[in-house]
């Protein structure tokens, strides 16, 4: 295990359009935290979306920072990615260099 300490992530300058928005966290970062502060900006963005019922009952945040080790792969040495739907979206996961977050707005 790596001794490097996970930090919280902060909102981040990325991009939104009508339909996605991305935000990258440098690395160390809590996973949980930065898909929390990305949704959080969705929710600002898109005011359908709602902040109930809350995150933590789409995503269990313990299982979701499991999958994301400091020497996350899939065995074959694929950066590892995950998804899930928050209320109208598709929230994706990418684990690579930095921490992407990116949520779709589905029709």
């Known amino acids: 295990m790596s001794n490097q300490r996970k930090t919280a992530a902060r909102s981040v300058?990325?991009?939104?359009?009508?339909t996605e928005l991305v935000r990258t966290y440098d690395r160390p970062v809590n996973v949980v935290d930065a898909v929390g502060v990305?949704?959080?900006?969705?929710?600002?963005?898109?005011?359908?979306?709602?902040?109930?019922?809350?995150?933590?009952?789409?995503?269990?945040?313990?299982k979701l920072n499991g999958l994301f080790?400091?020497?996350?792969?899939?065995?074959?040495?694929?950066i590892p990615s995950v998804d899930f739907r928050f209320q109208g979206c598709r929230v994706t996961v990418m684990y690579g260099s930095s921490i992407r977050v990116i949520v779709r707005r589905e029709s």
């Open 13 to 18: 300058p990325g991009w939104t359009t009508e």
């Open 38 to 62: 990305a949704v959080t900006d969705a929710v600002e963005e898109w005011p359908e979306l709602s902040e109930t019922p809350p995150l933590h009952r789409f995503v269990d945040g313990e």
């Open 69 to 78: 080790g400091p020497e996350a792969t899939d065995g074959n040495g694929q």
